[in-house]
C-alpha cells in the first residue's frame, strides 16, 4: 500500500462516512410546521377538522407534491403527518413532549426509516441506497457513535466516540480489507490493509505523519 493510497484510506472515512451518517439527519425535520386554526376551510385545497370544543382535530390539504393528511393532539400539535413526496410517501409521528420520534419515507433506493428520542434528537437510522442498505447510529445528544454500509466490494463499519469524532473504521476494497485507526483529533495513527501484492502496516505519531511502515 503506498503512502497516497494509505492518505486515501484516511479521507474516506474522515468524509465520505462522516456525510454518510449526517446525511441521514435530514430527516428530523423535513415536515414543515404548519399553522393550526379552529375554523373549517374549505378553499385553497385545505380543509380543517374541528372538535366540539373548537380545538382542530386534524387536517387535509393539498401541497406541491399531491396529498397531506396531518392529526393533531389536545394541544393541536402535530402528532401524526402523512404526505406525498417527490419520491413517493412520508410519515411522521410526534411524541407526547411535542417533539418528532419517527419517520418513515421514500428514497431515491428505496425506503428510509429514522428514530428519535423524547428530545426530538435522531438517534438512528436505515436506508436503502445504491449497493444495498447502510445504518446509523447517534448518541442522545444527535453525535454519530456508528455506522456500517454496504459498498461495491462488501461493507464498511466506523465507530465514533462521544463528542461524533471517527475513531476506528474497517472496510472492505478491490483487493480484500482495510482497518484504520484515529486518535481523539481524528489523526490516523495506525491502518493495515490489502493490496495486490500482498499487505501492509502504517503507523503514524500523533501528528498523523507516517513513522513506520511495513
Not at 16 to 32: C, E, N, P, Q
Not at 76 to 99: C, F, L, Q, T, Y
Amino acid at each position: 500500500m503506498s503512502r497516497s493510497r494509505h492518505l486515501i484510506f484516511v479521507l474516506f472515512f474522515l468524509v465520505a462516512f462522516l456525510s454518510g451518517a449526517l446525511s441521514m439527519y435530514i430527516f428530523k425535520d423535513r415536515f414543515r410546521q404548519d399553522v393550526v386554526t379552529n375554523k373549517i376551510i374549505v378553499p385553497s385545497g385545505k380543509l380543517v377538522f374541528v372538535g366540539p370544543d373548537g380545538r382542530a382535530m386534524g387536517e387535509i390539504k393539498s401541497i406541491q407534491q399531491g396529498g397531506c393528511l396531518a392529526v393533531f393532539n389536545d394541544t393541536g400539535k402535530p402528532a401524526v403527518k402523512i404526505r406525498a413526496s417527490k419520491d413517493g410517501g412520508e410519515i411522521a409521528v410526534w411524541g407526547s413532549r411535542e417533539n418528532k420520534v419517527g419517520e418513515m419515507a421514500a428514497g431515491k433506493h428505496g425506503g428510509t426509516f429514522a428514530v428519535c428520542n423524547e428530545h426530538g434528537n435522531f438517534v438512528g437510522g436505515i436506508r436503502a441506497d445504491k449497493y444495498g442498505g447502510s445504518l446509523a447510529l447517534f448518541n442522545r445528544l444527535g453525535k454519530p457513535i456508528a455506522g456500517i454500509r454496504a459498498l461495491r466490494y462488501g461493507g464498511d463499519l466506523a465507530l465514533f466516540n462521544n463528542q461524533g469524532n471517527l475513531l476506528g473504521g474497517l472496510r472492505t476494497d478491490e483487493y480484500g480489507g482495510s482497518l484504520a485507526l484515529f486518535n481523539n483529533q481524528q489523526e490516523p495513527v495506525a491502518s493495515i490493509g490489502t493490496f495486490e501484492q500482498g499487505g501492509s502496516i502504517f503507523l503514524s505519531n500523533d501528528q498523523g505523519e507516517v513513522v513506520r511502515k511495513m
